[in-house]
């Protein structure tokens, strides 16, 4: 119903991660408000939605390669990660559980 009311409105919606990145929980770090804070600017001045993106797997969502006062490899959270093998793994788990196979 969201999508559809999106679609109908032509609206935008930001998933913006001010949780964990960098690996899981005591390997990773909190986002960091500075780094939270460009992102939520760009998105009110228009910028994000100008710059080119890619599309993740799995989720399907589109990321921007650039954004002002962001480290690239932040945008991208598996490339924060150090442990790629650990990353693909939890997003095999939610794969898995999205289509009802856990």
């Given amino acids: 119903m969201l999508a559809a009311k999106m679609r109908q409105f032509n609206s935008q919606a930001w998933l913006i991660n001010t949780g964990?990145?960098?690996g899981k929980y005591g390997v990773g770090k909190r986002m960091s408000l500075k780094i939270t804070r460009s992102i939520i600017d760009a998105i009110?001045?228009?910028v994000l939605v100008k710059?080119?993106?890619k599309t993740l797997?799995?989720?399907g969502l589109e990321v921007p390669l650039t954004c002002p006062g962001v480290p690239s490899e932040t945008l991208d959270a598996q490339a924060t990660w150090q442990n790629k093998v650990i990353f693909i793994f939890f997003f095999c788990i939610y794969q898995s559980f999205s289509e009802g196979r856990l």
């Fill in 57 to 59: 797997p799995v989720f």
């Fill in 51 to 53: 710059v080119p993106t």
């Fill in 20 to 22: 964990w990145t960098g």
């Fill in 44 to 46: 009110h001045d228009d």
